[in-house]
């Protein structure tokens, strides 16, 4: 019983740290397409902070989507490239609990 009691304790306590862990962050994401509107997978995403210019780089899946979570807010750049594709640069102002759209 006591093992069993600790165990719901720790399970819990687990819980409540990875819900606070995510509070007071935002996150970007979007979809890279082609001018034809076709997506574009593999192409590079690159958000940097403008005030810590911390980075954070991910890739475009097989449906051309990225999400970049847990971003602390301020103001980023977005950067997306792809080879023969023109690269795209945009400023998005990430707040708490807010989920950006940055469709490239």
Same mark, same amino acid.
């Given at each position: 019983?006591?093992?069993?009691l600790?165990f719901v304790?720790?399970?819990?306590l687990?819980?409540?740290?990875?819900?606070?862990?995510q +509070?007071g962050t935002?996150? @970007? *994401?979007?979809?890279?397409?082609d001018?034809?509107? +076709?997506? $574009?997978?593999? +192409?590079? @995403?690159? @958000?940097?902070?403008?005030?810590?210019? *911390?980075?954070r780089? $991910?890739? *475009? =899946?097989p449906? =051309?989507?990225?999400v $970049?979570? %847990?971003? &602390?807010? =301020?103001?980023?750049?977005?950067? #997306?490239?792809q &080879?023969g594709? %023109?690269s795209?640069? &945009? &400023? #998005? !102002?990430?707040t #708490?609990?807010?989920r %950006?759209? #940055? !469709? *490239?």
């Amino acid at each position: 019983m006591r093992t069993h009691l600790l165990f719901v304790t720790s399970f819990l306590l687990l819980c409540l740290v990875l819900l606070f862990s995510q +509070a007071g962050t935002g996150s @970007i *994401a979007g979809t890279v397409t082609d001018p034809s509107g +076709a997506v $574009v997978p593999g +192409a590079k @995403i690159t @958000i940097t902070s403008l005030g810590t210019h *911390a980075v954070r780089t $991910v890739v *475009a =899946g097989p449906r =051309g989507e990225y999400v $970049v979570s %847990n971003l &602390q807010p =301020g103001t980023y750049e977005v950067s #997306v490239e792809q &080879q023969g594709f %023109n690269s795209l640069k &945009q &400023q #998005v !102002d990430v707040t #708490v609990g807010s989920r %950006n759209t #940055v !469709d *490239a």
